[in-house]
């Protein structure tokens, strides 16, 4: 079954601080890997966009990296903000006979302390 | 960057009335609009994939006769709750892609539907 997975569930940390969110996946036949952040009331807003040949993409202070052969995705916030407070979704894409779809996974609920 | 909307953003209906929700694609032709429903502190679930001048696909559990789906031009989708109830109170997200060769889908901001 395709599924997605992310860990941990929720996060809090002081502003200034790193943080590192991940990702597992089971979904094939793997397409590519989209993460996004969700401020709360606010539609999902793509952060990197990452295909099989691609191990790590830079967005600004957002790194995402991708392991292809254990299936696994994380992105990395450097030097939190307050404005980072947000829903993180890890959204992994894959065909199949009927076309292209999506695998959304539960999201990681950060929260950015002053 | 494209840009989706949606109108309204926020709406409060009584039970038993009907509810259109709108999504439009701004600054591209969207062959294809997905329709999603997200509670509080959940991901967002799919309700629906409309692709344009044809009949939605639902997903299953989805009731197609209670959330219409109206994909009538390349820029707008409409999500229609029928006699809606207060555990439709929801918050209801719709993306656009250009065609599903494409790789990203852009979302709207969402609507905040609560039925009392």
């Known amino acids: 079954k395709n599924q997605v997975e992310q860990s941990p569930q929720s996060l809090i940390i002081l502003e200034g601080k790193n943080c590192t969110l991940q990702?597992?996946?089971?979904?094939?036949?793997?397409?590519?890997l989209r993460w996004y952040k969700q401020d709360t009331g606010r539609g999902p807003v793509s952060l990197t966009i990452m295909t099989f040949s691609e191990n790590t993409k830079s967005n600004g202070r957002y790194t995402a990296t991708l392991d292809a052969d254990t299936k696994q995705s994380s992105l990395h916030i450097t030097a939190s903000q307050l404005s980072d407070s947000a829903s993180y979704i890890c959204?992994?894409?894959?065909?199949?006979?009927?076309?292209?779809?999506?695998?959304f996974g539960p999201g990681t609920r950060l929260s950015v302390l002053p | 960057g494209a840009v989706v909307s949606q109108h309204p953003s926020r709406v409060i209906c009584k039970s038993g009335t009907s509810v259109k929700i709108e999504c439009r694609s701004l600054?591209?032709?969207?062959?294809?609009m997905f329709w999603y429903r997200q509670f509080p502190k959940q991901s967002l679930m799919l309700m629906a994939t409309?692709?344009?001048?044809?009949?939605?696909?639902?997903e299953q559990g989805v009731e197609k006769d209670k959330f219409l789906i109206n994909h009538a031009s390349l820029t707008l989708s409409t999500l229609t709750v029928t006699s809606a109830h207060p555990e439709d109170s929801s918050f209801y997200i719709c993306?656009?892609?250009?065609?599903?060769?494409?790789?990203?889908?852009?979302f709207g901001p969402g609507t905040r539907l609560t039925v009392l």
């Open positions: 959204v992994v894409r894959f065909r199949d006979n009927y076309g292209q779809n999506f695998v």
């Open positions: 993306s656009a892609m250009q065609g599903l060769a494409y790789n990203e889908q852009f």
């Open positions: 600054d591209f032709q969207a062959t294809t």
């Open positions: 990702c597992n996946y089971t979904v094939s036949p793997f397409s590519n």
């Open positions: 409309s692709n344009e001048g044809s009949k939605a696909t639902y």
